[in-house]
Protein backbone atom coordinates (compact mmCIF):
# COMPACT_ATOMS: atom_id res chain seq x y z
CA UNK A 1 0.00 0.00 0.00
CA UNK A 2 2.75 2.66 0.62
CA UNK A 3 4.23 2.30 -2.93
CA UNK A 4 0.54 2.46 -4.07
CA UNK A 5 0.08 5.73 -2.20
CA UNK A 6 3.36 7.09 -3.58
CA UNK A 7 2.16 6.14 -7.13
CA UNK A 8 -0.72 8.04 -6.93
CA UNK A 9 1.16 11.34 -5.19
CA UNK A 10 3.07 10.94 -8.45
CA UNK A 11 0.50 11.33 -10.32
CA UNK A 12 -0.64 14.46 -8.78
CA UNK A 13 3.18 15.83 -9.26
CA UNK A 14 2.86 15.12 -12.92
CA UNK A 15 0.49 17.83 -13.01
CA UNK A 16 3.33 20.16 -11.50
CA UNK A 17 5.91 19.05 -13.81
CA UNK A 18 3.94 20.24 -16.92
CA UNK A 19 3.11 23.42 -15.19
CA UNK A 20 6.68 23.87 -15.14
CA UNK A 21 7.63 22.67 -18.65
CA UNK A 22 4.79 25.13 -19.50
CA UNK A 23 5.78 27.84 -17.05
CA UNK A 24 6.28 30.36 -19.95
CA UNK A 25 3.42 30.12 -22.42
CA UNK A 26 -0.29 31.09 -21.74
CA UNK A 27 -0.98 27.92 -21.15
CA UNK A 28 0.71 28.18 -17.79
CA UNK A 29 -2.21 30.24 -16.58
CA UNK A 30 -4.29 27.43 -16.31
CA UNK A 31 -2.18 25.04 -15.30
CA UNK A 32 -1.18 27.63 -12.37
CA UNK A 33 -4.27 27.43 -10.92
CA UNK A 34 -5.01 23.67 -10.23
CA UNK A 35 -1.19 22.76 -10.04
CA UNK A 36 -0.76 24.11 -6.53
CA UNK A 37 -3.69 21.97 -5.72
CA UNK A 38 -2.62 18.96 -7.23
CA UNK A 39 0.93 19.28 -5.50
CA UNK A 40 -1.19 19.84 -2.27
CA UNK A 41 -2.83 16.70 -2.67
CA UNK A 42 0.11 14.83 -3.71
CA UNK A 43 1.85 15.87 -0.38
CA UNK A 44 -0.72 14.29 1.43
CA UNK A 45 -0.62 11.22 -0.32
CA UNK A 46 3.19 10.67 0.20
CA UNK A 47 2.96 11.73 3.88
CA UNK A 48 0.14 8.64 4.15
CA UNK A 49 2.59 6.33 2.02
CA UNK A 50 5.72 7.32 4.71
CA UNK A 51 3.40 7.05 7.31
CA UNK A 52 2.51 3.40 6.55
CA UNK A 53 5.88 2.04 5.98
CA UNK A 54 6.97 3.69 9.54
CA UNK A 55 3.91 2.26 11.17
CA UNK A 56 4.76 -1.63 9.60
CA UNK A 57 8.92 -1.19 9.82
CA UNK A 58 9.31 1.19 12.34
CA UNK A 59 11.12 4.51 12.38
CA UNK A 60 13.90 2.44 10.59
CA UNK A 61 12.49 2.26 7.25
CA UNK A 62 12.75 5.84 6.43
CA UNK A 63 16.33 5.13 6.49
CA UNK A 64 15.78 2.47 2.86
CA UNK A 65 16.57 4.65 -0.08
CA UNK A 66 13.33 4.82 -1.81
CA UNK A 67 11.76 6.51 1.76
CA UNK A 68 14.44 8.82 1.90
CA UNK A 69 14.03 10.17 -1.51
CA UNK A 70 10.49 10.38 -0.98
CA UNK A 71 11.19 11.80 2.60
CA UNK A 72 13.26 14.25 0.58
CA UNK A 73 10.87 15.36 -1.74
CA UNK A 74 7.85 15.62 0.72
CA UNK A 75 10.65 18.21 2.75
CA UNK A 76 11.36 19.98 -0.41
CA UNK A 77 7.42 20.65 -0.84
CA UNK A 78 7.28 21.57 2.26
CA UNK A 79 9.81 24.01 2.63
CA UNK A 80 7.87 25.51 -1.31
CA UNK A 81 4.33 25.85 0.63
CA UNK A 82 5.95 27.90 3.72
CA UNK A 83 7.48 30.17 1.05
CA UNK A 84 3.89 30.36 -0.51
CA UNK A 85 2.16 31.23 2.34
CA UNK A 86 4.17 33.71 3.27
CA UNK A 87 4.66 35.47 0.12
CA UNK A 88 1.73 34.22 -2.05
CA UNK A 89 3.92 33.22 -4.82
CA UNK A 90 3.91 30.14 -6.93
CA UNK A 91 6.91 31.14 -9.09
CA UNK A 92 9.47 28.53 -7.13
CA UNK A 93 7.31 25.72 -8.09
CA UNK A 94 9.20 26.30 -11.85
CA UNK A 95 12.29 24.54 -9.89
CA UNK A 96 11.44 22.82 -7.77
CA UNK A 97 7.70 20.56 -8.67
CA UNK A 98 10.27 19.02 -11.24
CA UNK A 99 12.81 17.74 -8.51
CA UNK A 100 9.90 16.76 -6.19
CA UNK A 101 8.78 14.76 -9.42
CA UNK A 102 11.96 13.10 -10.58
CA UNK A 103 12.79 12.11 -6.31
CA UNK A 104 9.18 10.73 -6.62
CA UNK A 105 9.51 8.55 -9.55
CA UNK A 106 12.78 7.37 -8.57
CA UNK A 107 11.48 6.53 -5.16
CA UNK A 108 8.54 4.67 -6.87
CA UNK A 109 10.40 1.92 -9.45
CA UNK A 110 10.56 -1.51 -8.86
CA UNK A 111 14.04 -1.69 -8.04
CA UNK A 112 14.65 -0.28 -4.92
CA UNK A 113 17.90 -0.14 -2.64
CA UNK A 114 18.55 -0.01 0.61
CA UNK A 115 20.50 1.68 3.14
CA UNK A 116 23.89 -0.67 4.62
CA UNK A 117 23.31 -0.56 7.99
CA UNK A 118 25.12 -2.38 11.10
CA UNK A 119 23.52 -4.53 13.39
CA UNK A 120 24.72 -2.48 16.22
CA UNK A 121 23.97 0.81 14.93
CA UNK A 122 21.95 3.42 17.30
CA UNK A 123 18.77 3.64 14.93
CA UNK A 124 17.48 6.58 16.07
CA UNK A 125 20.45 8.76 15.77
CA UNK A 126 20.39 7.13 11.75
CA UNK A 127 16.38 8.45 11.89
CA UNK A 128 17.37 12.39 13.56
CA UNK A 129 20.66 12.36 10.70
CA UNK A 130 18.45 11.90 8.28
CA UNK A 131 15.67 13.80 8.93
CA UNK A 132 17.49 16.95 10.02
CA UNK A 133 20.28 16.68 7.12
CA UNK A 134 17.38 16.46 4.67
CA UNK A 135 15.78 19.08 5.96
CA UNK A 136 19.06 21.17 5.32
CA UNK A 137 18.82 19.97 1.65
CA UNK A 138 15.82 21.06 1.08
CA UNK A 139 16.36 24.61 2.38
CA UNK A 140 19.50 24.46 0.24
CA UNK A 141 17.33 23.82 -2.47
CA UNK A 142 15.10 26.07 -1.91
CA UNK A 143 17.70 29.02 -1.28
CA UNK A 144 19.14 27.92 -5.13
CA UNK A 145 15.51 28.18 -6.53
CA UNK A 146 15.13 31.54 -5.23
CA UNK A 147 18.72 32.78 -6.51
CA UNK A 148 17.61 31.10 -10.19
CA UNK A 149 14.66 33.37 -10.00
CA UNK A 150 16.79 36.30 -8.91
CA UNK A 151 19.01 36.04 -11.81
CA UNK A 152 15.81 35.36 -14.53
CA UNK A 153 14.04 38.28 -12.74
CA UNK A 154 17.17 41.01 -12.73
CA UNK A 155 17.77 39.76 -16.46
CA UNK A 156 14.39 40.26 -17.57
CA UNK A 157 14.12 43.80 -16.41
CA UNK A 158 17.38 44.73 -17.86
CA UNK A 159 16.02 43.45 -20.80
CA UNK A 160 12.79 44.83 -20.13
CA UNK A 161 11.49 41.53 -21.57
CA UNK A 162 8.02 39.93 -19.49
CA UNK A 163 5.97 37.32 -20.60
CA UNK A 164 3.95 34.41 -19.04
CA UNK A 165 5.49 33.27 -16.06
CA UNK A 166 7.70 36.52 -15.30
CA UNK A 167 4.85 38.54 -15.08
CA UNK A 168 3.88 36.57 -11.61
CA UNK A 169 7.66 36.91 -10.23
CA UNK A 170 7.76 38.76 -6.80
CA UNK A 171 9.94 41.58 -6.77
CA UNK A 172 13.79 41.60 -6.62
CA UNK A 173 14.10 42.09 -2.80
CA UNK A 174 11.72 39.59 -1.85
CA UNK A 175 13.42 36.76 -3.79
CA UNK A 176 16.46 37.49 -2.36
CA UNK A 177 14.73 37.29 0.81
CA UNK A 178 13.46 33.93 0.69
CA UNK A 179 17.00 32.94 -0.59
CA UNK A 180 18.43 34.65 2.64
CA UNK A 181 15.88 32.85 5.15
CA UNK A 182 16.00 29.46 3.64
CA UNK A 183 20.01 29.66 4.40
CA UNK A 184 19.52 30.72 8.09
CA UNK A 185 16.95 28.18 8.58
CA UNK A 186 18.59 25.70 6.68
CA UNK A 187 22.44 25.55 8.23
CA UNK A 188 21.25 24.37 12.13
CA UNK A 189 19.59 21.45 10.56
CA UNK A 190 22.54 20.51 8.19
CA UNK A 191 25.15 20.78 10.96
CA UNK A 192 22.97 19.10 13.70
CA UNK A 193 22.24 16.27 10.80
CA UNK A 194 26.04 15.73 10.40
CA UNK A 195 26.68 15.71 14.03
CA UNK A 196 24.28 13.30 14.33
CA UNK A 197 25.67 11.45 11.40
CA UNK A 198 29.04 11.36 13.09
CA UNK A 199 27.41 9.91 15.91
CA UNK A 200 26.29 7.31 13.93
CA UNK A 201 30.03 6.60 12.15
CA UNK A 202 31.15 6.74 15.74
CA UNK A 203 29.08 3.98 17.34
CA UNK A 204 29.18 1.69 14.03
CA UNK A 205 32.38 1.89 13.16
CA UNK A 206 34.79 3.62 16.74
CA UNK A 207 35.81 5.90 14.42
CA UNK A 208 34.79 8.74 12.03
CA UNK A 209 36.83 8.53 9.10
CA UNK A 210 37.19 11.89 7.32
CA UNK A 211 38.61 10.44 4.11
CA UNK A 212 35.85 8.55 3.56
CA UNK A 213 34.41 10.03 0.10
CA UNK A 214 31.05 10.59 1.78
CA UNK A 215 32.24 12.45 4.86
CA UNK A 216 34.56 14.50 3.43
CA UNK A 217 32.46 15.75 0.88
CA UNK A 218 29.77 16.09 3.64
CA UNK A 219 31.77 18.18 5.52
CA UNK A 220 33.16 20.12 2.04
CA UNK A 221 29.44 20.86 1.64
CA UNK A 222 29.05 21.84 4.79
CA UNK A 223 31.95 24.49 4.14
CA UNK A 224 30.48 25.77 1.43
CA UNK A 225 26.80 26.30 3.34
CA UNK A 226 29.10 28.22 6.14
CA UNK A 227 30.29 30.32 3.45
CA UNK A 228 27.26 31.26 1.75
CA UNK A 229 25.54 32.25 5.03
CA UNK A 230 28.68 33.98 6.50
CA UNK A 231 28.86 36.43 3.64
CA UNK A 232 25.38 37.00 3.14
CA UNK A 233 25.41 37.60 6.88
CA UNK A 234 28.37 39.35 7.52
CA UNK A 235 29.59 40.62 4.21
CA UNK A 236 26.29 41.46 2.62
CA UNK A 237 26.34 39.57 -0.29
CA UNK A 238 23.14 39.75 -2.29
CA UNK A 239 21.97 39.14 -5.99
CA UNK A 240 24.37 37.89 -8.24
CA UNK A 241 27.40 36.87 -6.02
CA UNK A 242 24.67 35.18 -3.55
CA UNK A 243 23.20 33.15 -6.78
CA UNK A 244 26.48 31.84 -7.58
CA UNK A 245 27.59 31.09 -4.26
CA UNK A 246 24.10 29.22 -4.02
CA UNK A 247 24.78 27.10 -6.96
CA UNK A 248 28.31 25.65 -6.09
CA UNK A 249 26.41 24.72 -3.05
CA UNK A 250 24.00 22.58 -4.52
CA UNK A 251 26.34 21.05 -6.47
CA UNK A 252 28.50 20.25 -3.41
CA UNK A 253 25.05 18.91 -2.52
CA UNK A 254 24.67 16.61 -4.96
CA UNK A 255 28.36 15.57 -5.18
CA UNK A 256 28.17 14.37 -1.81
CA UNK A 257 24.82 12.49 -2.18
CA UNK A 258 26.44 10.36 -5.25
CA UNK A 259 28.93 9.70 -2.99
CA UNK A 260 26.79 7.11 -1.03
CA UNK A 261 27.69 5.21 -3.82
CA UNK A 262 30.69 4.57 -3.57
CA UNK A 263 31.71 5.13 -0.11
CA UNK A 264 33.54 2.31 2.21
CA UNK A 265 30.98 3.10 5.37
CA UNK A 266 28.09 5.11 4.00
CA UNK A 267 26.67 3.46 1.09
CA UNK A 268 23.57 2.51 -0.78
CA UNK A 269 23.39 -1.15 -2.48
CA UNK A 270 20.89 -3.28 -4.29
CA UNK A 271 17.94 -4.73 -2.39
Known amino acids: MPLLWLRVALGCYAIGLLYALLALT ?10 LPAMSVGM ?3 FVSLSESVLVGGPVTITLVHNSE ?37 AATGQQPFLLTSPGLRRGWLVAHIAL ?3 GY ?10 LLYLVQERSLKLKKTSGVLLRLPALEVIDEIGYRSL ?55 GRRAAYLAAGAVLAAVI ?5 YFSAIHRFVQS
Do not use: C
Not at 80 to 96: C, K
Not at 205 to 224: C, E, H, Q, T
Open 138 to 147: AALFLSFTAS
Open 133 to 135: IFT
Open 184 to 238: LLGFPFMTLGLIAGSIVAQTTYGRVNLLDPKIFLSLLMWAVYMVMVFTRWNAGWR
Open 26 to 35: QRSYLLNRIA
Open 256 to 260: AWSAN
Open 44 to 46: VFQ
Open 70 to 106: SFLALLVMAAFMIVYLVYRTTSPGIVVFPLVFLLSFV
